[in-house]
């Protein structure tokens, strides 16, 4: 920070060489070419082609271009053409699905104002923002956007909105007093940020940073030195892939010098290694990835959540930690007041947000509030003493002005008092703004044809200032005793993390207005406390991802005492449970922070790169992290998580360009949601690989079965292929769309290292195998050996059983779990539609003359397709007395637990 909060005016004044008067014309045009614009940093834009070339970096794709090209060099023209056609498709789908252009500093400079007012050789006069420079004094008043880092040389009654950039859900009191070194950034009160909002009063300023230079700009360079990781999704296929192509080029050269050993031709074992390497690629596991997480997508969009990058759906359901920004995010970012304390008794305000609706209770009781002078009382003082006010647009209430302050004026609202009404009836004649001093405020006001004076402030200091105080209409003498009660309620409230104003007023007989005249022998009426209350269905939330294995971290600027008392009203963390501030985390090196970082639920006073820091060392632990936020301050720590979720009406672009997911509703219970959608759609696509990858080895064993044995191979290139794609991917792409099992928020996060394939799924796959190989090479053998059919014939037959036996181990791979004989296996139309599909498909192959003339194929009869289903049939069958068994078991396990219990 250079220390410039620690320093008077004249020092910087001579440090920056200039005056109140502002620079001159010349001199600013020379310390703009030396120290550069009033810009950040800009980040080089990926180009299209560079996202169109880096689709190619599969392993799956680099075996399909080996595929095409022997195809091509061979003469085998069908296959060359079919095999493109399938390259084209899946660098499509993910060129048009990842092209977005990186558009985080391009947001950060739309978070300054374009022009703004400064002071050159004395004259006030517009310059563009960008041609700010160091040493300019800036004049700016309510409503202005702050364009760089400054030094507050005088303020009156100047409030801004930090929440963007500290997190701090109320609007910071600012000053021209120097403040001592070592503060962190959201207590420099003397200082103005860039991208920061002025909210009431008014200060002229000398910039101290421009660009790059300001807080807002090292963020921007924190997010440009963030590189893009790869999602688990994409590590995960990536792995697969390598290990799949690995083992298919193995085969591939066993293959080949298997040929050469047998004398056969090169064109002959190339054009057998094509029928391997194709049969050993699964090659509608890429397209039918996309769709699964584009269906996803969709999905996610009609519940709000909006997906920058594919890959990024399934990360949701793989994620251990979400860590969650406070303002804005689990809370409403609205100051709403809940409590009124008076020396009558306590009332509670029901209500949302700045809806002026609501009601008023006591004990739980509904009451009217103009029956109780001292509730009049303090409606009259909530609204007259204060500069805010409220305003509907498209059905929409905001505050115009201090959330504080409008939260005074949505209450009264509620009571049915009207600010313009009351201010036709009492005109305001002075007024003493609020300042850091004195913390309260005072007006002057003619009721009727008195001058009544209205305050509010800082209860322990506005009680110094009353010598009575208001109960039941009547004013009374103020004793020890009743001012430590009240004392002691303001500190119950204020443990809880809301914000407690004290309200006071007097009959003003004195014509002299100075601040000792008008703010003594005050009638103390009570206390309003406030809070950013949490969002309504944030606890719940909460809730439903713990359930699901997944811990919920809060990070906020607030102080620790807000923090706290949020978190554990949302259930984030209980009585006991760490919480840490940054000058804390400050403290602690990276290998202390790793060995506690678990046990931490919650953040105060942290800084950007707090949260940075925070989502790396939990990475470092192992964990898939999500990262929520709205303000400037998130977008470091967004881009850098597993996955960014930004707030979509509240979130500023930078937050939203950085993030790879924007909640459009600003929901918190909308991630549950997501998370949900992540973990089925991480389901459907095992299934759907459970069933490909069952089809590719098969195939690969059955040929190189034939290879070794040294007969023609049962499948062609092209019925492989064919196997694949149209048969293999249309059931495929209806496993896609299989809706989540009841459990699955039940169930633990998976572990991060964890393969796509595990254990338990390559258990399956090998036991459906041999099932799928050796009644295929049974019927291919009978058909050539036994009946002397031919090759034709008997590579028909061998085709066709491939086909149904993959059509009826599609219902094995949707109800993997429980039996497939339901009618809920009937309900899902796609997966269906696909078996349909497929079946008139080969019937066409079959049937249709220049079709089989393309794959070389003969007709068959209805009794070999007979008795092709009913071969085929058995995976099935045998698939369902397994599941049997097996849940007989742990039904019996289940029984011998709650006996034993």
């Known amino acids: 920070m250079n220390n410039w909060h620690a320093k008077s005016i004249d020092s910087i004044f001579k440090e920056l060489n200039t005056s109140e008067k502002g620079l001159r014309a010349d001199d600013a045009q020379k310390r703009i070419r030396e120290k550069g614009e009033n810009i950040l940093t800009k980040e080089k834009k990926t180009s299209a082609l560079h996202v169109l070339l880096s689709q190619f970096k599969s392993s799956v794709i680099y075996i399909l271009l080996f595929a095409a090209i022997v195809s091509y060099s061979t003469g085998e ?48 006069i517009e310059v563009m923002t960008k041609d700010i420079t160091l040493g300019d004094i800036i004049h700016l008043e309510r409503g202005n956007l702050v364009p760089a880092d400054m030094r507050i040389i005088q303020c009156n009654n100047l409030h801004v909105d930090e929440s963007a950039m500290t997190g701090e859900s109320v609007p910071v009191t600012k000053t021209e007093r120097i403040i001592k070194e070592g503060v962190p950034l959201a207590e420099m009160s003397n200082m103005l940020f860039a991208g920061t909002q002025v909210t009431n009063g008014n200060a002229v300023c000398v910039v101290v940073k421009t660009g790059k230079e300001t807080e807002l700009g090292k963020i921007s360079t924190n997010i440009s030195e963030i590189k893009d990781e790869a999602t688990p999704l994409q590590k995960r296929v990536d792995k697969l892939g390598k290990q799949i192509s690995y083992g298919v080029v193995a085969i591939c050269v066993l293959v080949f010098f298997i040929g050469l050993w047998r004398g056969e031709s090169i064109v002959g074992i190339l054009l057998l290694s094509i029928a391997v390497a194709v049969a050993g690629i699964p090659e509608s596991m890429p397209p039918t990835i996309a769709v699964t997480l584009a269906y996803g997508v969709k999905n996610m969009a009609k519940k709000n959540a909006i997906i920058k990058r594919l890959p990024a759906v399934e990360t949701l359901g793989t994620c251990t930690v979400i860590c969650s920004d406070k303002t804005g995010t689990l809370t409403q970012n609205k100051m709403v007041i809940e409590k009124i304390i008076t020396f009558d008794s306590e009332f509670d305000v029901t209500g949302s947000g700045f809806d002026p609706k609501g009601l008023f209770l006591m004990e739980g009781k509904k009451i009217s509030p103009d029956k109780h002078k001292t509730l009049s009382k303090v409606f009259e003082i909530g609204v007259l003493c204060n500069n805010a006010d409220i305003k509907e647009v498209k059905g929409e209430w905001s505050i115009d002005g201090e959330p504080t302050e409008g939260a005074l004026i949505v209450m009264a609202k509620k009571a049915g008092m009207d600010k313009l009404d009351m201010y036709t009836i009492s005109p305001r004649i002075k007024e003493h703004p609020f300042d850091a001093d004195r913390k309260c405020m005072s007006t002057v006001h003619r009721v009727a044809k008195k001058e009544m004076v209205y305050s509010k402030g800082a209860p322990e200091l506005l009680l110094r200032k009353a010598n009575y105080y208001f109960r039941n209409g009547e004013i009374k003498r103020l004793t020890k005793d009743v001012s430590e009660k009240i004392l002691a309620k303001n500190m119950e409230y204020a443990s809880k993390g809301m914000r407690v104003l004290g309200l006071a007023f007097k009959e003003h007989k004195s014509k002299k207005y100075e601040i000792e005249h008008v703010e003594s022998d005050l009638v103390f009426v009570g206390l309003v406390a406030m809070r950013d209350p949490p969002e309504p269905n944030a606890k719940e939330s909460v809730n439903i991802c713990r359930q699901a294995g997944i811990k919920v971290v809060m990070i906020t600027g607030d102080n620790k005492i807000t923090a706290e008392a949020i978190a554990k009203d949302l259930g984030i963390c209980a009585e006991g449970d760490t919480v840490i501030e940054g000058s804390e985390l400050d403290k602690l090196n990276d290998d202390n922070f790793l060995k506690i970082i678990d046990s931490i639920h919650v953040y105060a006073r942290a800084t950007p790169k707090h949260k940075l820091r925070i989502v790396e060392t939990l990475q470092k632990k192992g964990h898939i992290v999500a990262m929520t936020g709205d303000g400037v301050n998130d977008a470091p720590a967004l881009k850098k998580a597993d996955i960014g979720i930004a707030m979509g009406k509240r979130g500023t672009d930078v937050a939203k360009e950085a993030a790879e997911m924007v909640l459009v509703d600003d929901n918190f219970s909308t991630i549950a949601g997501a998370v949900k959608e992540g973990r089925t759609i991480y389901t459907n696509i095992r299934k759907s690989l459970y069933y490909e990858l069952t089809t590719s080895i098969s195939e690969v064993i059955l040929i190189l079965i034939a290879v070794i044995i040294g007969m023609s191979p049962p499948l062609t290139a092209l019925m492989v292929l064919f196997l694949n794609l149209v048969t293999g991917d249309l059931p495929a792409l209806g496993l896609t769309v299989e809706k989540s099992p009841k459990n699955i928020m039940l169930q633990k996060p998976r572990s991060p290292k964890e393969s796509i394939i595990n254990e338990y799924l390559m258990l399956k796959i090998a036991q459906i195998v041999p099932i799928f190989v050796l009644g295929t090479l049974i019927m291919y053998m009978v058909e050539l050996v036994v009946k002397a059919g031919g090759v034709p014939k008997a590579q028909t037959i061998a085709f066709i059983t491939m086909i149904a036996f993959e059509l009826f181990h599609v219902f094995n791979a949707k109800s993997w779990d429980e039996t497939a004989f339901t009618w809920d296996s009937l309900k899902n139309i796609f997966l269906n539609g696909g078996v349909i599909y497929s079946v008139l498909f080969v019937y066409l192959v079959i049937y249709f003359p220049p079709a089989h003339r393309l794959f070389e194929i003969v007709p068959l009869s209805a009794v070999e397709i007979l008795l092709i289903v009913a071969v085929a049939s058995s995976v099935l069958f045998y698939n369902e007395i397994q599941k049997a068994i097996l849940n007989t078991e742990i039904s019996e396990r289940e029984k011998m637990a709650i006996n034993q219990a």
Do not use: C, D, H
């Not at 084209?88 to 739309?110: D, P, R, T």
């Not at 703004?116 to 004259?123: A, C, N, P």
């Open 77 to 124: 023209m069908p296959e060359f053409f079919v095999v493109s056609f399938i390259i084209l498709i899946v660098i499509l789908l993910g060129f048009f699905q990842e092209y977005k252009a990186s558009k985080e500093m391009e947001a950060l400079k739309n978070l300054t104002p374009k022009m703004t007012k400064v002071l050159r050789e004395g004259k006030p």
